[in-house]
């Protein structure tokens, strides 16, 4: 079992930076998946970004060149640095993990077995 807790959410000037984290614990492994996605009220949950086993990491468009994604498996934490917010970024943060994928897609939900409750970013 894998639990994940998200931290770093809060309100943001528009143009301003956050840095989301997510911390795992249970069954994480070295070939975990770890993703972000959002969600704005009255839309379906969204992928954002993926990084894989190799640390290699994908974007979605709308978020590529002001989100990065890294981790720390020794420590177990996932984050997500996002700078020049928009006030359309605002939205739920979740982050999820697979642990044993066989890809690592951050725009297929159903990939991600194991979610976060999330943290809420406020960009105005």
């Known amino acids: 079992h894998v639990q994940l807790v998200e931290s770093g959410g809060g309100s943001v000037q528009a143009g301003g930076s956050l840095r989301l984290s997510c911390v795992a614990s249970?069954?994480?492994?070295?070939?975990?998946?770890l993703g972000w996605f959002r969600q704005i009220p009255g839309k379906e949950r969204e992928g954002l970004a993926a990084i894989d086993s190799r640390g290699r990491t994908s974007y979605a468009d709308s978020v590529k060149g002001r989100f990065t994604v890294s981790k720390d498996m020794a420590e177990g934490t996932l984050t997500l640095q996002m700078n020049s917010l928009k006030p359309e970024d605002s939205g739920t943060y979740y982050c999820?993990?697979?642990?044993?994928?066989?890809?690592?897609?951050?725009?297929?939900?159903?990939?991600?077995?194991?979610w976060g409750q999330g943290t809420q970013v406020t960009v105005s």
């Open positions: 999820a993990t697979d642990s044993y994928p066989a890809v690592c897609r951050w725009y297929v939900l159903v990939d991600f077995p194991y």
């Open positions: 249970g069954s994480i492994t070295s070939r975990s998946c």
